[in-house]
């Protein structure tokens, strides 16, 4: 496996094209629909928000998905298309239809995304001239610009793509994503679309996907907000002819994998006013899911993530986030590392330096580490510290 590009993203596979436009939806300047298209039909899965409110176009896709087969995704920003009735799906069909028809392909084979503020219809108008234009710009090129498209709140685009040499040959992976506030597990208010050469049958992508989504973007908080809107979304077009199963598959979920958890520490790194990002890992728990339980407690506590923010090297703060995840442990077994330090263990505090301790939680990357000696279950979590332009962004985000 090679070094990830991140200057590239759904393009770098054989077979796709995409486009990134402005159509009137967001400020003049800013892009705000986005287009992605494999020249033939491909493979498709999905994992989706599971908030009780889902946007319209969560609820045509996962029908897309539901079929298996898919041509392309088309994206817009600046509006969720969320809680507007009818109406909302009327138009997110309607979006599929523009682009099933320029294709040749059934509407049910369109992905339909967006993004941005709820509860304001699309302005449809605005949306056909976008899918339009996208059309004429189609390219295979640089995808800056389909990145940027997708963006709400985000600081900058992100993008990951890689080549994988598999037991039955190289295939390419590639992806967008965006993501910067309402970022916790189940998902987030963030979308990912990922596209891949290999060729896999839907069954198979959908849980490798699905696995790899539990690790990676279901593995991050900004603010502990689940969205209406999340959803990621794979491709695959078979176009290197190369078929992905037993060995080949494993390669291939390594690879994406790494695409997928560039992506989400970039969501994480880019938290609305985040400075700094930390990883929680939980080690030895009962099982996964207990130590998965205890990771989210802690990365999404206000007070570890103002702590975060502050560089203190409040371990009281962790070790309490821990006990109130509502799982069984003992401190008394339990070590607790800050930056590679120990600073609790066995029931009560640990000595060490703590100044020098202090200036090393300065770093841009934070290491929280919890022994709980209690079994073989693991996991791990990324988080954002909390700051005072995160209130201030989410304060006035419409006005």
């Given at each position: 496996?090679?070094?990830?590009?991140?200057?590239?993203?759904?393009?770098?596979?054989?077979?796709?094209?995409?486009?990134?436009?402005?159509?009137?939806?967001?400020?003049?300047?800013?892009?705000?629909?986005?287009?992605?298209?494999?020249?033939?039909?491909?493979?498709?899965?999905?994992?989706?928000?599971?908030?009780?409110?889902?946007?319209?176009?969560?609820?045509?896709?996962?029908?897309?998905?539901?079929?298996?087969?898919?041509?392309?995704?088309?994206?817009?920003?600046?509006?969720?298309?969320?809680?507007?009735?009818?109406?909302?799906?009327?138009?997110?069909?309607?979006?599929?239809?523009?682009?099933?028809?320029?294709?040749?392909?059934?509407?049910?084979?369109?992905?339909?995304?967006?993004?941005?503020?709820?509860?304001?219809?699309?302005?449809?108008?605005?949306?056909?001239?976008?899918?339009?234009?996208?059309?004429?710009?189609?390219?295979?090129?640089?995808?800056?610009?389909?990145a940027d498209a997708i963006l709400t709140t985000d600081n900058a685009s992100k993008r990951a793509?890689?080549?994988?040499?598999?037991?039955?040959?190289?295939?390419?992976?590639?992806?967008?994503?965006?993501?910067?506030?309402?970022?916790?597990?189940?998902?987030?208010?963030?979308?990912?679309?990922?596209?891949?050469?290999?060729?896999?049958?839907?069954?198979?992508?959908?849980?490798?996907?699905?696995?790899?989504?539990?690790?990676?973007?279901?593995?991050?908080?900004?603010?502990?907000?689940?969205?209406?809107?999340?959803?990621?979304?794979?491709?695959?077009?078979?176009?290197?002819?190369?078929?992905?199963?037993?060995?080949?598959?494993?390669?291939?979920?390594?690879?994406?994998?790494?695409?997928?958890?560039?992506?989400?520490?970039?969501?994480?790194?880019?938290?609305?006013?985040?400075?700094?990002?930390?990883?929680?890992?939980?080690?030895?728990?009962?099982?996964?899911?207990?130590?998965?339980?205890?990771?989210?407690?802690?990365?999404?506590?206000?007070?570890?993530?103002?702590?975060?923010?502050?560089?203190?090297?409040?371990?009281?703060?962790?070790?309490?986030?821990?006990?109130?995840?509502?799982?069984?442990?003992?401190?008394?077994?339990?070590?607790?590392?800050?930056?590679?330090?120990?600073?609790?263990?066995?029931?009560?505090?640990?000595?060490?330096?703590?100044?020098?301790?202090?200036?090393?939680?300065?770093?841009?990357?934070?290491?929280?580490?919890?022994?709980?000696?209690?079994?073989?279950?693991?996991?791990?979590?990324?988080?954002?510290?909390?700051?005072?332009?995160?209130?201030?962004?989410?304060?006035?985000?419409?006005?």
């Amino acid at each position: 496996m090679v070094a990830l590009n991140v200057q590239l993203g759904v393009n770098y596979p054989r077979g796709f094209k995409s486009a990134g436009v402005y159509c009137g939806i967001k400020k003049p300047g800013l892009l705000d629909l986005a287009l992605i298209v494999s020249e033939t039909e491909a493979s498709v899965a999905g994992v989706f928000t599971t908030n009780q409110v889902q946007a319209a176009p969560v609820l045509w896709s996962k029908q897309v998905v539901a079929g298996g087969k898919a041509r392309a995704i088309v994206v817009n920003s600046g509006n969720a298309n969320c809680l507007t009735g009818e109406q909302g799906m009327r138009d997110a069909q309607r979006m599929a239809e523009l682009v099933a028809k320029r294709l040749g392909c059934p509407p049910k084979q369109v992905v339909v995304a967006s993004t941005g503020v709820i509860g304001v219809p699309l302005p449809m108008n605005a949306v056909e001239s976008g899918i339009a234009l996208a059309f004429e710009r189609l390219g295979d090129g640089d995808d800056r610009a389909t990145a940027d498209a997708i963006l709400t709140t985000d600081n900058a685009s992100k993008r990951a793509s890689i080549e994988i040499e598999t037991p039955a040959g190289t295939v390419r992976i590639g992806a967008i994503a965006k993501g910067a506030g309402m970022i916790a597990p189940s998902m987030a208010t963030m979308l990912a679309f990922i596209t891949t050469d290999a060729q896999i049958d839907p069954a198979s992508l959908q849980a490798c996907l699905t696995r790899v989504v539990d690790r990676t973007f279901n593995a991050i908080s900004v603010d502990g907000d689940t969205s209406t809107n999340d959803m990621v979304i794979a491709l695959a077009n078979g176009v290197s002819g190369v078929a992905v199963e037993g060995a080949a598959l494993e390669a291939f979920e390594q690879g994406l994998t790494a695409v997928c958890e560039h992506l989400a520490k970039r969501i994480v790194r880019d938290g609305e006013g985040a400075t700094r990002i930390f990883e929680v890992r939980v080690e030895g728990a009962a099982d996964h899911a207990t130590a998965k339980r205890i990771a989210r407690t802690i990365a999404e506590s206000l007070l570890v993530k103002t702590a975060i923010h502050g560089g203190d090297p409040n371990w009281g703060r962790i070790i309490a986030a821990a006990g109130r995840a509502g799982v069984p442990f003992d401190p008394n077994r339990a070590k607790l590392y800050l930056q590679q330090t120990l600073v609790f263990a066995d029931g009560r505090p640990a000595e060490y330096d703590e100044p020098a301790l202090a200036a090393r939680m300065q770093a841009e990357e934070v290491s929280i580490v919890l022994q709980l000696r209690d079994g073989a279950g693991n996991a791990h979590y990324w988080g954002c510290d909390l700051t005072a332009e995160y209130v201030q962004l989410n304060a006035h985000y419409r006005t």
